[in-house]
């Protein structure tokens, strides 16, 4: 039936695909562009809402009277601020940034039994870290400098300590 047809009008000659190599590879370019976008823009919307959990946090700690305050010291110094049911949140200056393939990991520790409260790669002028683990009194919070995190207890050097709270 083809045949028929262009032995019917022989001048007629079938369309070129309408889309070329290059337009093709342009396409899905800007389709892998955009997908990178989206995820990034994720992130980033992730990150921004754990910075703002924290800085909220941190507004109530100091908004809270009758929080304590207490000192932290060591390679930096900073403040550890512990609300009367144990959240807390600890604010370090001048740590530097751990180095690669290590992470500083919170600790508190109770009757020497330390338990993981969280981790953080350290940088910048003032770092806000919202402990995982709620500080009973008596306990201490220590930091640590870690090759990986989740070990059920500190194997590197205590870099930082605070007082019995």
């Known amino acids: 039936m083809l045949d028929a047809a262009r032995a019917e009008r022989p001048n007629v000659k079938p369309l070129r695909p309408r889309w070329g190599g290059a337009t093709?590879?342009?396409?899905?370019?800007?389709?892998?562009v955009a997908v990178g976008v989206g995820?990034?823009?994720?992130?980033?919307?992730?990150?921004?809402?754990?910075?703002r959990s924290a800085r909220q946090r941190l507004e109530h700690l100091l908004t809270t009277p009758t929080a304590s305050?207490?000192?932290v010291t060591g390679q930096s110094s900073g403040t550890l601020l512990v609300t009367?049911?144990?959240?807390?949140t600890l604010i370090v200056s001048q740590l530097p940034e751990a180095p690669k393939g290590h992470i500083y990991e919170a600790?508190?520790?109770k009757?020497?039994?330390?338990?993981?409260a969280g981790t953080f790669p350290g940088g910048g002028n003032t770092i806000i870290i919202p402990l995982d683990r709620r500080v009973p009194r008596?306990?201490?919070v220590a930091v640590t400098l870690e090759k990986s995190p989740g070990t059920d207890a500190?194997?590197?050097k205590v870099l930082l300590h605070s007082q019995g709270v």
Not at 24 to 32: D, E, H, W
Not at 39 to 51: D, Q
């Open 69 to 71: 305050v207490v000192r």
């Open 107 to 109: 600790w508190v520790i």
């Open 84 to 88: 009367p049911s144990g959240n807390a």
């Open 138 to 140: 008596g306990a201490v």
């Open 24 to 32: 093709t590879l342009l396409a899905a370019v800007a389709a892998l």
């Open 111 to 116: 009757n020497n039994k330390p338990v993981r």
């Open 39 to 51: 995820i990034w823009a994720v992130s980033l919307s992730r990150s921004l809402s754990h910075e």
């Open 154 to 156: 500190p194997t590197g």
